[in-house]
T-cell receptor
């Protein structure tokens, strides 16, 4: 079945440091890929998405590129802020056909802490 | 802009009791999803509705779990005879018609604690 693997956390960075959170996936077909962010005490918010190979999703300074050849969707940001402290989830959907293709399959999440 | 609303935010109950959660999706969204999230894990899919039809159920959804969406608007998730292992955050999400590339919008969840 489908699966998503994220780098283990927690990740602690100083403000203005460069961020990479690795994400690889296993899926049949051609899934859509997503990054969601969860701030403490809140639900998940969509951060960015990419729906086909070589697409780049971007939002709030974060970027991720859909790499089909390496089955990866790594999240990057050039300069993190304290307000970026949260848990980040990589997810996929739509790898199969029928109703089951709409469900999201998530990684375990990576907790990011940014210190001033 | 009204997002996905879930009620209650927290529920504490004794083992063996029944509980029911409610989810109100974004009004124009016809797809609704339930997920369960345990501490330190990503959300796991439970079930999915398109309008009032329940089209997919995970094997995680045991016989003690039932979900409904009677008029294609709000949805309820009921757990009967709760067990310690049911303690988790229950998340609801909705999305609009379209392919699997339509993003799902999540509520803040209902945290269930079983005593």
């Amino acid at each position: 079945g489908d699966s998503v693997t994220q780098m283990e956390g927690p990740v602690t960075l100083s403000e203005e440091a460069f961020l990479t959170i690795n994400c690889t996936y296993t899926a049949t077909g051609y899934p859509s890929l997503f990054w969601y962010v969860q701030y403490p005490g809140e639900g998940l918010q969509l951060l960015l998405k990419a729906t086909k190979a070589d697409d780049k999703g971007s939002n709030k300074g974060f970027e991720a590129t859909y790499r089909k050849e390496t089955t990866s969707f790594h999240l990057e940001k050039g300069s993190v802020q304290v307000s970026d402290s949260a848990v980040y989830f990589c997810a996929l959907s739509g790898s199969g056909s029928g109703a089951g293709s709409y469900q999201l399959t998530f990684g375990k999440g990576t907790k990011l802490s940014v210190i001033p | 802009d009204t997002g996905v609303s879930q009620d209650p935010r927290h529920k504490i109950t004794k083992r063996g009791q029944n509980v029911t959660f409610r989810c109100d999706p974004i009004s124009e969204h016809n797809r609704l999803y339930w997920y369960r999230q345990t501490l330190g894990q990503g959300p796991e899919f439970l079930t999915y509705f398109q309008n009032e039809a329940q089209l997919e159920k995970s094997r995680l959804l045991s016989d003690r779990f039932s979900a409904e969406r009677p008029k294609g608007s709000f949805s309820t998730l009921e757990i009967q005879r709760t067990e310690q292992g049911d303690s988790a955050m229950y998340l609801c999400a909705s999305s609009s018609q379209g392919g699997s590339n339509q993003p799902q919008h999540f509520g803040d969840g209902t945290r269930l604690s079983i005593l």
